[in-house]
């Protein structure tokens, strides 16, 4: 599971709409998600990526490298789309797209995906308590990413659609230090 969506700029966001919106009207919402999972590891690769975004690379040869990894099973939705942007030269939202359909597809499945950091790894029971908090919280099924993040000290940050609830000791070091920074000192004393 990635949380890139978040990520997408508005065009990409807009083309991963379109085609969330046409795979749910064809009932193909299963058969995108899959094809959006096969260009997002092929967009991963930065080797790939860089030539797909090359404006000096032929249309042609673009569209036969997308056609080779994505492949010719791919829903004909996918396909489209990957016309579509051929023919507008937009290619290089080709790596926003995948994360912009999975947050659509996410909100229509009552999902929120998130990342939670923690200074030391994070044992499954452990994540599956806060995801359950989480989703208690929210109403809706939290999906968290568990990351480390050495440089918390202790506790937990957790970054939810887009909103960061920090429970880390570097949080609360960083809240205290700003609260000193602000404070004003009294008046000092005739003796001073």
């Not at 379109?18 to 749910?24: G, N």
């Not at 994505?70 to 789309?81: D, R």
């Not at 939202?93 to 995906?113: K, M, N, Q, T």
């Given at each position: 599971?990635?949380?890139?969506?978040?990520?997408?700029?508005?065009?990409?966001?807009?083309?991963?709409?379109?085609?969330?919106?046409?795979?749910?009207?064809?009932?193909?919402?299963?058969?995108?998600?899959?094809?959006?999972?096969?260009?997002?590891?092929?967009?991963?690769?930065?080797?790939?990526?860089?030539?797909?975004?090359?404006?000096?690379?032929?249309?042609?040869?673009?569209?036969?490298?997308?056609?080779?990894?994505?492949?010719?099973?791919?829903?004909?939705?996918?396909?489209?789309?990957?016309?579509?942007?051929?023919?507008?030269?937009?290619?290089?939202?080709?790596?926003?797209?995948?994360?912009?359909?999975?947050?659509f597809?996410?909100?229509?499945?009552?999902?929120?995906?998130?990342?939670?950091?923690?200074?030391?790894?994070?044992?499954?029971?452990?994540?599956?308590?806060?995801?359950?908090?989480?989703?208690?919280?929210?109403g809706?099924?939290?999906?968290?990413?568990?990351?480390?993040?050495?440089?918390?000290?202790?506790?937990?940050?957790?970054?939810?659609?887009?909103?960061?609830y920090?429970?880390?000791?570097?949080?609360?070091?960083?809240?205290?230090?700003?609260?000193?920074?602000?404070?004003?000192?009294?008046?000092?004393?005739?003796?001073?």
């Amino acid at each position: 599971m990635t949380t890139t969506g978040s990520f997408a700029g508005p065009a990409a966001r807009r083309y991963a709409r379109a085609i969330f919106e046409a795979a749910r009207s064809a009932g193909a919402l299963e058969d995108v998600a899959a094809d959006m999972d096969v260009l997002e590891g092929v967009t991963s690769d930065s080797s790939i990526s860089e030539w797909i975004a090359d404006p000096r690379i032929d249309d042609a040869k673009r569209s036969s490298i997308l056609e080779r990894e994505v492949g010719a099973k791919a829903h004909s939705l996918t396909q489209n789309l990957l016309q579509v942007l051929a023919r507008r030269r937009r290619h290089s939202l080709l790596s926003e797209i995948p994360g912009a359909f999975r947050g659509f597809l996410d909100a229509h499945s009552g999902r929120v995906c998130g990342v939670v950091e923690t200074p030391l790894p994070m044992d499954d029971a452990a994540l599956q308590e806060l995801e359950k908090a989480f989703s208690e919280s929210t109403g809706k099924q939290v999906l968290l990413e568990s990351t480390q993040e050495p440089s918390l000290l202790g506790g937990v940050r957790v970054t939810l659609d887009g909103v960061r609830y920090d429970g880390s000791v570097r949080g609360r070091l960083d809240t205290i230090q700003g609260r000193l920074a602000q404070a004003e000192l009294g008046p000092r004393s005739q003796n001073s």
